[in-house]
């Protein structure tokens, strides 16, 4: 899915057959977007009724018909909306009129045929324009938590990974709850916020940081962006395209934690792409190893980096499960932090509706991995899975994963 998946395009065009080629051609690239079909060239006041309804993303502009009426429509759309990426549809090429439209302002040029490389490389390019003009997002860091199967944590971890951050560091940040269906953020930090995830979905192309402010919910000066409380609300939202939301979340914040259902699913893989971080909560009970075995498997099927994805074990007791050692041999994957058990703390938190204190045991363990997590200390080398007295169980492993 490209990274234009949800844009709202503004056609003019009246060629019938460029204006169909085109339509087909947003069909197959961007096939979850919205296109309002223009056949003449409107005046000036009908253009700006447009803008102020439609709120296009794109616009593209058929420059053969009447190039001089095209060139007129070109400087008044960029009179109305100077960010307004414009793309010129033209029959060939015919570098006199691309000139002039290099002069008028022209973002981008399709040549017909409308081929899938050049209309894919013209959303690429048309996209960064679009981000470039939000702001810098470059030093922004997106940490993505996913839980290798439920009641592993992950939720807690996050929030209060999240306070860590806030407590550590200046930067602005933002703490995401986007499980579609089951999330429990607003639960665990009592907070009853009156917009979710799936209003910022809906409103993707037209969020500007005024809108945002209404959509987050405030709580010791963090902003909180939050699931819907019904999950009705969030239907469809698992065949949606979160990179519009992602990447306006790079603009504001200077950090992003995103707590997730899990890996699995279009929704979830493309918020582990999106992600610069993503931690893989489990704990060290035999079925949650199995459990991460088969979630890691999942993302390297789907292409996502190893090297971005950092093990943590959550809930660690060895006298009761699986130690560090035999996780990491069975996993072929080095563990990044280890959080202890802390039933207590965690009950005590979720009560108050506060974050775990920084001086219990867990609280500790979580200052500790959010100093290591903005350090990016240097990973050691993976370990390799060798003989181990833990053979059998390893071997008995291997089989019922597969």
Same mark, same amino acid.
């Given at each position: ?31 979850? #977007?919205?296109?309002? /079909?223009?056949?003449? !060239?409107?005046?000036?006041? +009908?253009? *700006?009724?447009?803008? %102020? &309804? ?80 939000? #702001?810098?997002?470059? /030093?922004?860091?997106? !940490?993505?938590?996913?839980? +290798?199967? *439920?009641?592993?944590? %992950? &939720? ?247």
């Amino acid at each position: 899915m490209t990274a234009g998946a949800n844009w709202k395009s503004l056609i003019i065009c009246p060629n019938q057959m460029m204006s169909g080629a085109l339509v087909e051609a947003l069909g197959r690239g961007l096939p979850q #977007g919205a296109a309002l /079909q223009v056949p003449t !060239y409107p005046p000036g006041h +009908a253009l *700006g009724d447009m803008l %102020a &309804t439609h709120l296009p993303t794109v616009c593209f502009l058929d420059m053969s018909s009447e190039p001089e009426r095209a060139l007129a429509t070109m400087g008044e759309l960029i009179a109305l909306n100077p960010k307004l990426p414009l793309v010129a549809l033209l029959p060939g090429n015919e570098p006199e009129i691309i000139l002039r439209c290099v002069r008028q302002g022209a973002s981008e040029f399709l040549i017909q045929p409308f081929t899938d490389d050049q209309f894919g490389q013209m959303v690429e390019r048309v996209n960064k324009k679009i981000m470039a003009g939000r #702001g810098d997002v470059s /030093q922004s860091r997106v !940490y993505c938590l996913m839980p +290798a199967k *439920g009641a592993c944590g %992950a &939720t807690t971890v996050a929030s209060n990974l999240a306070f860590q951050f806030k407590r550590q560091t200046s930067k602005k940040l933002l703490l995401g709850d986007l499980d579609q269906f089951t999330g429990t953020l607003s639960f665990i930090l009592k907070l009853k916020p009156n917009y979710s995830f799936t209003d910022a979905l809906h409103h993707a192309h037209e969020l500007d940081p005024a809108m945002w402010k209404s959509l987050v919910t405030q709580t010791s000066g963090l902003d909180v962006l939050m699931s819907p409380e019904n999950s009705a609300d969030a239907s469809g939202s698992d065949q949606q395209d979160p990179t519009v939301i992602v990447d306006f979340m790079r603009t504001m914040y200077d950090l992003v934690v995103l707590d997730t259902a899990g890996v699995y699913g279009a929704w979830n893989l493309a918020l582990a792409k999106l992600c610069d971080e993503l931690l893989l909560v489990t704990t060290n009970e035999l079925p949650a190893l199995q459990a991460s075995q088969r979630a890691l498997s999942y993302l390297d099927q789907n292409r996502i980096d190893r090297s971005k994805i950092r093990l943590v074990v959550n809930r660690y007791n060895r006298d009761v499960g699986l130690s560090k050692e035999v996780i990491e041999t069975a996993l072929h994957e080095e563990v990044f932090h280890v959080l202890p058990s802390d039933y207590d703390s965690v009950q005590r938190a979720l009560i108050d509706g506060k974050p775990i204190p920084v001086g219990s045991a867990l609280g500790k363990a979580i200052v500790q991995m959010g100093e290591r997590l903005e350090q990016k200390e240097p990973e050691p080398a993976k370990k390799s899975a060798g003989s181990s007295t833990w053979g059998g169980l390893l071997s008995l492993f291997s089989r019922t994963s597969s």
